[in-house]
């Protein structure tokens, strides 16, 4: 039987695709070459030749259920990525993540006899602002900061009850699901559409909440695209990298191949099914320290520009309890920044295509997104 990956042309999809080729699996990809993702419109030259392309959409139910012929496997990655992009064109992020999965699971139902197991693509951006701890008020979940707090440059979450500053903490992933933009609610719906159809007709369905993944082939030309790839293209093209907010903004940033790891394991163990997993490093940097790593390697003489501006949607922390995850899918994530950081720079330097992050930003900017 096959294995299908949704969204297999693109970043975490191609990775995904040479592990399986290289244990010998028969893969299959379906990928719709969005052009936010594949500028060209052609399919990328890494992907790995054994891998069979299906070019074909998850919102048509021809193309999925083509797609899922003689599959007995599902990764589900396909979809857009960004909060960004979900603000601006909110119809395509609904139709496409929990519309394209409703699609897909439509199909996968009809042939539960043959497909065994989902593994579906979820966010912490399902969270949102995630996890604090007020020292009157104990642990909470503070949902959306409000523009007029954003207004007076005040960033950190406030107490509901008291008003005072809180302390993040690592999210659990049994804490409240408060997503504080269109494309967290759109991975809520995705993730949980998986895990409750699966119960109700007995399929095994799993998923993922990935915090900010980087590596080589991160998509540079998609102007929504991660921070470390945005910032080490405008290093690399002479310029500072642009910090929101005062950069003080918590990540963990995972490696590709550690996400990689995690998700053949979320397929292999008998344990997975039924769940949600965080999968992080656990180890936190904020915006600004990953500005300033990145100046150091490629341009010592530029100093990151901290622009004191913020875009809705954006989440203040973002960081994650990776207990679960050890226990039930023995996963770890073993690479460092210090030892990840090199190769994507190394793929950043290699690509002719420039970011396009001023673009993104003009664009929010023209919808009122940008403070
Ligand atoms: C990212 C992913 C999202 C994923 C989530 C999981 C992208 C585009 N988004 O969201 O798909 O679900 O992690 O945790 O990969 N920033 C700057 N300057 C810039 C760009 C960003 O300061 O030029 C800041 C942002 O304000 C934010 C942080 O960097 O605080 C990270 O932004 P971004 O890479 O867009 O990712 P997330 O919103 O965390």
Redesign the pocket.
Known sequence: MKVLITGGAGFVGSHLADALVERGEEVRLLDNLDPLAHPSGKPPDHLPPAAELLVGDLRSADDVAAALDGVDRVFHLGGI?????SMVNVRKAVDSNPGGTATLLEGVIARRDEVRRIVVAS???VYGEGSYRCPEHGLLTPGLRPVAQLRERRWNPVCPACGSEMSPVAVREDATLRPVSV?GIS?RDTEELALVLGEAYGFEAVAL?????YGPR?ALG?P?????A??SA?LLAGRS?????D?G?I??LVHVSDVVAATLAAMDRPEAPGHAFNVATGRRVT?LEL?AKLCERLAPELVPEV?GE??S????H?FAETSLARDLLGFEAGTTLEQGLPELLDWVARQSVEER?EEA?EGLRRAGLVG
């Open positions: 990525v960004g909060n960004g992009e966010s912490m951006v494309y991975k909440r990935y915090l900010n993944i991160q998609n929504y695209t991660g921070v470390a945005i910032f405008r990298p642009r910090v929101f907010e950069g903004q990540r963990d915006v500005a622009t913020y875009r949607g954006d989440i203040r973002c992050g930003l």
